[in-house]
């Protein structure tokens, strides 16, 4: 059992109350999963020539401005970097590969929790409300987020193996459920160029996705393709840049539930993590349908989103 | 009980400030043989285990989205929310009606003995597993596997039915009137006669639902599953 909660705010004047209307969705899944949790959080969005890097380390001792200055040397520029508990935001100036190469090396002190330009992870092992607390999630502003509390089943309580799973650029993948195959396509897709960092199997589901959208496939085309390829239970829920997606297997033993007002979009494994956000009585509530993409996405306009999900066929 | 206010004849408990504890405690002392009583539940909220194995003749409306094995065990009660509910609806009821006013999830009336249950919206997945002699009937569609080894009862869905209908089926009656995605293993269509569609009427009647009963068809088991075939006496 596991939690699963997503949040993207229609009405952008909502933006500054993203996380206090995130942490009580979050919290309130604290008994589907006590033994960790994380969430991505979509904010601040930067140039494509500047990078936003999450980085870990899990001594609070450590020091980040040793890191820090070793990015500003590398990169030959200004960097910004901000420290909250055993996490460090870096925002560099250079293109996502190039940071991305120098960062995910073997011998450096710290793991890499995300890069992209919107989005940033944070994780930790324990329950929901302590994490929220250490990381300051109730102040956040931002777009969208989406939060997992875990309860593990297929491998190790540790920080690595918390949700969200970075999966590329900007995206992010939680789950619940858990993998058959994990094992025989984590062979599969390290042969196809994908670095594991745990023997998580929701991970191999994270990295499928990024092998898939690298082979130039849409995130639908990748997802249909997951239904395929992946075997076992899953209800997964996929950040993007601008909004997110849910797809259920075709046996749709774990739990969803989506819901829609004319401000937000909001997902989550159970109603009563949905039963705080505001206008929630008079919203459209529904379960979405097994082994069926949903993706939400914002329309062409700024930030004015479109007002269906779009079901894809 | 924190919550409850009793000056008028329907009692009205707040979950806002009374536990889903409480409110299960208050219905379980209900007498068996007592007056029936009048209840009002606020704020469900999507909590679990609302109503959970009343045992009295008493009427409870239930106001929001409820949460899993709401109604569960029912004997005698009627129960109407008036919201969506989530796994587990009247799971193993036994007697009385239970009317939801929106969609169920998965496993609505599993394993139900008895009574009345009345899906206004649609029920998702495996709607009526190893049902043993509950009515169901639901307005909408209900998703795959429904009916999976239902062993006695009936189900009318007025609208569609997933995949997999039936299957495994013992001696459920099962009546659609939309389309059937497909059967499940041993699940036949079988020749809707007059006793049927009189029965079909009765339960729509029953449920509240205007319907026309010849539009139906009835689905029932081919009897080859669950019976030992002679032919295969060769085989041990």
């Known amino acids: 059992m596991c939690g699963i909660v997503g949040l993207y705010l229609k009405n952008p004047s909502l933006n500054r109350e993203l996380g206090a209307l995130f942490e009580p969705m979050l919290l309130e899944m604290t008994q589907r999963g006590p033994d960790s949790t994380g969430f991505a959080l979509y904010r601040d969005p930067v140039g494509p020539m500047r990078v936003k890097v999450v980085l870990q380390n899990p001594a609070l001792s450590f020091d980040w401005s040793t890191v820090a200055a070793d990015l500003t040397q590398h990169f030959g520029c200004d960097i910004d970097f901000r420290v909250q508990h055993t996490h460090c935001l870096i925002t560099v100036s250079a293109t996502e590969a190039v940071v991305r190469e120098y960062v995910m090396s073997d011998t450096a002190p710290y793991a890499v929790v995300s890069i992209g330009h919107h989005i940033e992870i944070y994780k930790e092992v324990g329950l929901p409300k302590d994490v929220a607390r250490v990381f300051d999630l109730k102040s956040v502003q931002g777009s969208h987020a989406i939060g997992h509390t875990r309860m593990a089943t297929e491998s190790a309580v540790t920080t690595a193996g918390s949700h969200p799973f970075s999966t590329g650029s900007d995206l992010c993948l939680v789950h619940n459920g858990s993998l058959s195959n994990h094992n025989r396509l984590r062979r599969k897709l390290a042969k196809d160029g994908a670095v594991f960092r745990t023997e998580n199997d929701s991970e191999v589901a994270a990295q499928y996705l990024d092998v898939q959208i690298r082979h130039g496939l849409s995130l639908e085309e990748a997802l249909y393709g997951a239904l395929k390829d992946l075997d076992g239970f899953f209800t997964f829920t996929i950040g993007t840049s601008d909004g997110f997606a849910v797809l259920r297997d075709p046996i749709a033993c774990k739990p969803a539930v989506m819901a829609e007002s004319v401000e937000w979009v909001a997902m989550a494994s159970e109603y009563r993590a949905l039963a705080s956000l505001p206008g929630i009585e008079n919203a459209r509530v529904w379960e979405p349908e097994p082994a069926t993409v949903y993706v939400w996405e914002k329309g062409g306009q700024g930030r004015q989103a479109t007002t269906t999900l779009a079901r894809a066929s | ?236």
């Open chain 2, 1 to 236: 009980m924190a919550g409850t206010q009793s000056t008028s004849p329907v009692r009205t408990v707040d979950l806002k400030v009374a536990t889903v504890r409480e409110l299960n405690q208050a219905l379980h002392e209900l007498a068996e043989d007592g007056a029936e009583t009048d209840w009002k539940i606020l704020n469900a909220a999507g909590n679990h285990a609302l109503a959970v194995g009343i045992n009295a003749r008493c009427r409870v409306e239930i106001m929001g989205h409820v949460g899993y094995y709401c109604a569960g065990m029912n004997k005698y009660a009627t129960l109407t929310i008036n919201g969506n509910a989530a796994t587990g609806l009247a799971e193993n009821m036994m007697s009385g009606l239970v009317r939801l006013r929106g969609d169920a999830s998965q496993s609505a009336g599993a394993t139900g003995r008895g009574g009345l249950l009345v899906i206004e919206g649609n029920a998702a997945a495996r709607c009526g597993i190893s049902l043993k002699g509950l009515d169901i009937v639901v307005k909408g569609s209900v998703g795959h596997m429904s009916a999976f080894m239902a062993q006695r009862g009936r189900m009318v869905i007025c609208g569609d039915a997933g995949s997999a209908l039936g299957d495994s089926l013992y001696e459920t009656q099962l009546f659609v009137k939309g389309k059937v995605v497909d059967l499940g293993a041993d699940c036949i269509e079988k020749e809707m006669r007059a006793e049927h569609v009189e029965a079909v009427e009765a339960l729509l009647a029953k449920a509240g639902i205007n319907e026309r009963a010849q539009a139906f068809r009835r689905y029932g088991s081919a009897r080859k599953l669950y019976h030992f075939n002679i032919d295969h006496a060769d085989a041990y």
